[in-house]
């Protein structure tokens, strides 16, 4: 197990412009959060899958953004005609709900997006 | 509205010594609350965790204690090592699992 990992770590492109992220959480995990970073914030709930379906999106999550999970497995965020305002690390997390310890969400190393 | 708060942005502790890092809440439904420690350029890193139920919680080096009446939860660190120079997060679990975070405390323990 190689706990979560996300793609690319760095983002850079230009006003206007669609990103597309992607997360692969740890394999047995049902649950996956996307979280958004920004300077000297803590992390800011996204929005969120158990399995494929999507259950809750944050009002932070604009018409501009989407994510999927196909399969259940891994997820992608997509920003379109990205704006400098959504430069953040976007941070992927998982969870499992059952078993010993259902809380407990592990963190990617997150993609630090910069528009500009 | 900052449903958790961690009011000292930064900490120096001596190496050796007792790190306490606060955090308080306002909403009385979170009924789960965890702690991350963060290195630059790194995603937070899961440290220890305390259900509602219980007032302390202790691993090894780290010692949760959670005061349901003040809403207030404290991390202690003992004895501190530079390897613990990090921001700490504290994050509380609400509806639906998300959870909410607190602004951090950078945590410095010098030799």
């Known amino acids: 197990d190689t706990g979560v990992s996300q793609n690319p770590r760095h983002k850079i492109t230009k006003r206007g412009q669609n990103v597309t992220f992607r997360c692969d959480p740890i394999?047995?995990?049902?649950?996956l959060y996307w979280y958004r970073q920004t300077l000297g914030q803590g992390p800011e709930f996204l929005t969120y899958?158990?399995?494929?379906?999507?259950?809750?999106k944050s009002r932070l999550l604009s018409d501009r953004f989407s994510a999927e999970r196909p399969k259940g497995s891994f997820s992608t965020l997509e920003i379109q005609r990205t704006e400098q305002g959504d430069s953040a690390m976007y941070l992927c997390?998982?969870?499992?709900?059952?078993?010993?310890?259902?809380?407990?969400?592990?963190f990617g190393p997150g993609t630090r997006l910069t528009v500009t | 509205d900052q449903q958790v708060k961690q009011n000292s942005p930064s900490l120096s502790v001596q190496e050796g010594r007792i790190s306490i890092l606060n955090c308080d809440y306002t909403?009385?439904?979170?009924?789960?609350f965890l702690w991350y420690k963060k290195y630059p350029a790194e995603g937070p890193t899961f440290l220890i965790s305390?259900?509602?139920?219980?007032d302390k919680n202790e691993d090894g080096r780290f010692t949760v204690f959670l005061n349901k009446s003040a809403k207030h939860l404290s991390l202690h660190i003992v004895p501190s090592q530079p390897g613990d120079s990090a921001v700490y997060f504290c994050?509380?679990?609400?509806?639906?699992?998300?959870?909410?975070f607190g602004t951090g405390t950078r945590l410095q323990v010098t030799l």
């Open positions: 997390a998982s969870s499992q709900e059952q078993g010993e310890f259902p809380y407990e969400q592990y």
């Open positions: 394999s047995e995990h049902n649950r």
């Open positions: 899958f158990q399995n494929e379906a999507q259950l809750e």
């Open positions: 909403n009385s439904m979170f009924d789960y």
């Open positions: 305390i259900s509602s139920i219980k």
């Open positions: 994050a509380a679990r609400g509806t639906a699992s998300k959870l909410t």
